[in-house]
């Protein structure tokens, strides 16, 4: 028996890092899986690979911004697998840190789009179907640049991650009539591509772990175990939640 046997989860960023492991992971415990991302060889190589393990999935190219994508993600999830039971909003974006003064507004709509927008894209479109398979777990992954260490944030980053902070409250008030479930998990820095691309440079990866008490970045595999535990029925008396998993660095 899986933890998610009978499941449909739907997971925006599923082509790589984060996303692409939850993919695995709930497949392996017996979840139906709609994954979406716009790296489209990747999710092909995610879905294939799920499939050889024995699993069921299926990519999708989704542009978390596009409102159209998000509706068809859902209805491919309900048409091919029967419902909706579980959400992953986990596409993000980050940019590099500049003053506020020096932020573009195209920078900035960007950030906001990706980060939020398509958060409440990805919400708004799995409400219904949801509410029609009787209940369901939405995870949002947001990060610890919207809940604290501010001084050294990038700051369309962190406004981006605050708002989903309080949208995942307002959706776990307003929808646990619906048995909808809704809980944010705020990462500290994890060792994915993103956090190595946003910083290449040696000296500021050691500078940003001087913040993490623990002195290391966080695993993927302990972050999909956070996630497997909120879309579970092992967290079902669990909604409007926050789950900081940062080595210690918000407790600076």
């Given at each position: 028996m899986g933890k998610l046997d009978g499941k449909v989860a739907l997971i925006?960023?599923?082509?790589?890092g984060q996303g692409a492991a939850e993919a695995r992971a709930f497949a392996g415990e017996g979840a139906k899986v709609v994954f979406g991302d716009i790296r489209d060889a990747d999710?092909?190589?995610?879905?294939?690979?799920?499939?050889?393990?024995g699993g069921e999935?299926?990519?999708l190219g989704l542009d978390v911004t596009n409102e159209e994508q998000w509706r068809a993600a859902v209805a491919h999830a309900?048409?091919?697998?029967?419902?909706?039971?579980?959400l992953v909003n986990n596409a993000g974006i980050v940019i590099n840190r500049v003053p506020i003064e020096e932020r573009t507004v195209e920078e900035w709509d960007r950030v906001l789009d990706v980060n939020l927008k398509g958060v409440f894209l990805g919400t708004k479109?799995?409400?219904?179907a949801m509410r029609a398979a009787g209940g369901g777990s939405i995870i949002n992954i947001a990060s610890v640049a919207g809940f604290g260490q501010s001084t050294h944030q990038e700051p369309a980053y962190a406004a981006s991650k605050g708002a989903v902070?309080?949208?995942?409250?307002?959706t776990a008030t307003q929808h646990a009539k619906d048995k909808i479930r809704c809980n944010t998990i705020f990462p500290g820095p994890v060792d994915t591509e993103m956090i190595h691309a946003a910083m290449s440079d040696p000296a500021v990866l050691k500078e940003r772990l001087s913040r993490v008490p623990l002195g290391r970045l966080g695993t993927i595999d302990e972050m999909v175990a956070a996630v497997m535990f909120?879309?579970?029925?092992d967290s079902a008396y669990m909604t409007g939640g926050e789950m900081v998993i940062d080595g210690g660095a918000t407790s600076m």
């Open positions: 925006s960023g599923g082509a790589r999710g092909k190589a995610v879905e294939a690979e799920i499939k050889a393990a999935a299926t990519y309900t048409g091919t697998y029967g419902g909706l039971h579980i479109h799995a409400i219904p902070r309080i949208f995942s409250k307002v909120l879309a579970s029925d």
